[in-house]
């Protein structure tokens, strides 16, 4: 991929292609809107993509970070039954292990505020991408791929409105 999805996801939104589109607007209104449909719908599976890959990492770190405190407990557990029967060689393994495992807590816990950031922009983008989408006019010869997806981002987006809506109502911010 030549452009990084920021640089595309930014372009598509901001509309950037002012020469491309000068040229194409010129010679074919059609082929332009179509383009920009494309590319918008190429930049959305993108983001899509990528939040599915930021949330499954997320996940795994999310067990990973679940599995290192279990096991943590668990070498407690096991260090006071070291001690209580005097076996300092298996109380030493264990703290030893503990020590290993502390080490590792704070880099998950860094890796995983970092990919929910990951995560949270790439919603924003999905957002913003999904605004723009809806900007663009329909072309009647380009039918959605899936128009369950589309059926459902209609509906999340209806609730957002009505949850703005609801705020408002309810008084000053």
Do not use: W
Not at 26 to 35: M, V, Y
Not at 38 to 65: I, K, N, P, T, Y
Not at 66 to 71: C, G, M, V
């Amino acid at each position: 991929m030549a452009d990084s999805l920021k640089t595309r996801v930014g372009r598509v939104v901001a509309g950037s292609l002012h020469a491309l589109i000068d040229k194409l607007e010129a010679q074919a209104p059609e082929s332009l809107q179509q383009q920009l449909q494309r590319e918008a719908a190429a930049a959305l599976d993108d983001v899509r993509h990528e939040l599915g890959r930021a949330s499954a990492a997320r996940h795994l770190a999310q067990q990973q970070h679940a599995r290192l405190n279990a096991e943590h407990e668990r070498l407690h557990g096991h260090l006071d039954e070291a001690l209580a029967a005097a076996r300092e060689d298996l109380a030493r393994a264990a703290v030893a292990r503990q020590l290993d495992i502390e080490a590792q807590l704070p880099v998950l816990e860094t890796q995983l505020a970092e990919l929910a950031r990951q995560e949270q922009e790439l919603k924003g983008y999905l957002a913003a991408l999904l605004a723009k989408q809806r900007e663009l006019p329909a072309a009647p010869e380009a039918p959605r791929a899936d128009p369950a997806l589309h059926e459902l981002d209609a509906l999340v987006r209806e609730q957002q409105i009505a949850a703005r809506l609801a705020q408002l109502k309810a008084g000053p911010r």
